[in-house]
């Protein structure tokens, strides 16, 4: 269609024939290109797929066809949900999915309405000293979170924070990518919208609460989906921070547990995908906010 | 910087007399607002961003330690030359450097590849976004289980496929000092080449349908329209990935600490490991964060050079 609509501009009586001709070439090789292509991804689909699924057939397993190795894995067509069964009956992942929720909930709520309210400040009013605060900001990106594992530590310690769920959240709640996707999206929201609040003599806190956030759900959503996934995934920072078998969030559960499992392969399957369980779940609930966001932020590990 | 265009919108809106004389009373009022909204956020980051930076540079001048309070007696710059003289700080940038080489070129490349075979896809693109980017979600706790069963000698899935192939399979990748690395590699390419993916899929919705379709006209083939126009167009998200995966690679920590601990011997440790085990093992903080301050020197070079990279990149797009 797009190029039967392209072929009259080049309609010009010397090259009439010329482009037809060559179009009708370019047409055969996109065909084959395009078959050559969906053969080419879809193998490469199925190798990205191969350890998931791996992973799940071993956790169907029973542990001890499991210990003879992957291709009595893949030949048993016994499925069983013993190793999921013995997890949730042992309660340990429990307190996991307990430590790990409450962590990443908390953190995100904190993070997207400190960084909201920061962004706001930035794009919208007018102060003195803003250009320090964009400084800092900007070099807030570039600090490497994971570097100051030590001095986080040491303060935690100092303020008697270690060993509760605040040693996880509180240093997770300044992510300065946050004010900056927000600034970014609050930047394009048209100013008369609250220009008219404020003539109507809205406050700053009403206009940001009642104008602002609600024009602002799907950066909202991107900002609380990452934060989350973030510090679901978090594994450096409660490993040191927590020792506290009780307060274990899931990743560090599992790290923990790793080495008594011995040979129970089906169970250290079924473990890797029990951690992995909600965002999957959260994944294909919220698709487009999280790759949106992750292309929005450009963000990484 | 950023003042410029909010005094130039100022000026602009001036001829309406009302609201400029609304304004400027508002905007005194404006600061101290300013400041309220920004203190929740602001208390957070010099707390947790900005101290703790700090605090890690002053304490790499001292021997300050876990086990007693305080900062300990001023070290000067011993911590920075033990680091600079051990050898295992430059095994461990070594095998950094080791990380981002064995995993930068295949994130780069495959992700492209991936992105632009899926971009042509008429149908089913929901299935390779599925495929490529769910690993990327996944825990790194996750990924390193599902791979360390994988690579188990003998019996693992990536055993049983070389016997399959008629290799004989030797120790495991992971328990050999040369292949360990690799194998991390390998883990690390299949959980994040979504990110990457996600990035070039963005880049290649940018691209206006009708470069393509005039290249077409002019009779360019498939390859050629990917050569002339989508490889030089993408090129300011290939450096943003190479840059991102170059910061990411110098802050591996996970994987390596739950797949092979930094072992065999110390063949896998990396800085964060190190780092981690000098202030936490050793209960040596003082030396450790020297060790972090050296990191965070390089990450800060790498993220300098990626802002002005990426300006002077906007700017000749501009």
């Known amino acids: 269609m797009a190029l039967t609509e392209a072929r009259p501009r080049t309609k010009s009586p010397i090259s009439a024939a010329a482009p037809v001709a060559t179009s009708g070439k370019a047409g055969v090789s996109g065909r084959t290109f395009s078959i050559v292509s969906a053969v080419v991804l879809t193998v490469f689909a199925i190798v990205w797929l191969i350890p998931s699924l791996f992973a799940l057939k071993t956790s169907l397993t029973d542990n ?43 953190t995100a709520v904190l993070t997207v309405l400190f960084g909201s309210m920061a962004a706001y400040a930035l794009s919208r009013l007018k102060f003195r ?72 003599g809205a406050g700053l806190w009403k206009i940001f609460w009642s104008v602002i956030l609600p024009l602002s759900r799907p950066v909202i959503a991107a900002v609380t989906i990452l934060t989350f996934v973030g510090v679901w995934n978090n594994l450096l920072l409660p490993l040191f921070v927590l020792s506290n078998p009780n307060l274990m969030t899931v990743p560090v559960g599992l790290a923990s547990v790793q080495g008594s499992f011995g040979l129970r392969y089906a169970d250290i399957q079924a473990g890797a995908l029990l951690a992995a369980l909600p965002l999957i779940v959260l994944y294909l609930a919220f698709q487009r906010q999280i790759v949106e966001g992750v292309t929005g932020s450009g963000l990484k590990g | ?50 101290g703790p930076t700090v605090w890690m ?43 981002t080489l064995y995993t930068t070129p295949p994130l780069v490349v495959l992700a492209f590849v991936f992105a632009i075979l899926t971009n042509r896809v008429r149908r089913g ?65 299949w959980w994040t080449l979504g990110f990457n993916f996600v990035l070039y899929l963005a880049g290649l919705q940018e691209i206006p349908r009708e470069l393509y379709e005039a290249a077409a006209v002019d009779g360019a083939t498939t390859w050629e329209q990917i050569r002339f126009i989508t490889l030089p167009l993408l090129g ?83």
Request: charged share 10%.
């Open chain 2, 125 to 189: 693109q929901w299935f390779f976004r599925l495929a490529f980017f769910l690993p990327y979600i996944l825990p790194s706790a996750t990924i390193s289980l599902i791979w360390v069963f994988i690579f188990t000698p003998g019996s693992g899935l990536w055993a049983s496929a070389q016997q399959a192939v008629g290799i004989t399979p030797g120790a495991g990748v992971l328990a050999s000092p040369a292949t360990a690395m690799i194998g991390i590699a390998i883990a690390t390419v």
């Open chain 2, 1 to 50: 910087m950023t003042a410029a265009p909010a005094m130039t919108r100022a000026t602009r809106t001036s001829p309406h007399t009302l609201a400029t004389k609304r304004r400027s009373p508002l905007s005194g009022g404006d600061s101290r607002g300013a400041w309220l909204f920004l203190a929740p956020f602001g208390l957070f980051y010099v707390a947790f961003l900005l």
């Open chain 1, 129 to 200: 000293g803003q250009n320090t605060v964009l400084l800092l900001i900007l070099l807030g990106i570039m600090i490497p979170t994971q570097v100051l594992i030590v001095p986080i530590f040491q303060e935690l310690g100092a303020v008697n924070l270690l060993n509760t769920y605040w040693s996880v959240i509180f240093p997770q709640v300044p992510a300065v990518i946050a004010v900056f996707i927000f600034k970014q999206f609050f930047d394009g929201i048209p100013r008369e919208l609250e220009e008219a609040a404020r003539i109507d």
């Open chain 2, 236 to 318: 300011r998200t290939t450096t943003l990935v190479i840059l991102l995966q170059i910061i990411a690679s110098l802050k591996i920590f996970d994987q390596v600490y739950l797949m092979t601990s930094g072992g065999p011997g110390i063949s896998t440790q990396v800085a964060l490991t190190l780092i981690t085990g000098t202030a936490f093992t050793d209960n040596r903080v003082g030396a450790g964060s020297a060790a972090s301050v050296l990191l965070f020197i390089v990450i800060i070079v790498i993220a300098v050079v990626r802002q002005i990279i990426d300006r002077s990149l906007a700017r000749k797009a501009a």
């Open chain 1, 64 to 106: 001890g066809v499991a210990a003879t190795g992957a291709t009595n894995i893949l030949k048993n067509w016994n499925p069983t949900l013993h190793s999921f069964a013995s997890y949730f009956q042992a309660g340990d992942i429990w307190n996991w999915y307990a430590a790990s929720a409450i962590t990443s909930v908390v």
């Open chain 2, 57 to 99: 540079l002053i304490t790499s001048f001292f021997n300050t330690s876990t086990v007693k309070t305080g900062l300990g007696s001023f070290a000067g710059f011993k911590n920075y030359g033990e680091m600079l003289g051990r050898a295992d700080f430059w095994s461990a940038m070594w095998h950094t450097l080791q990380f």
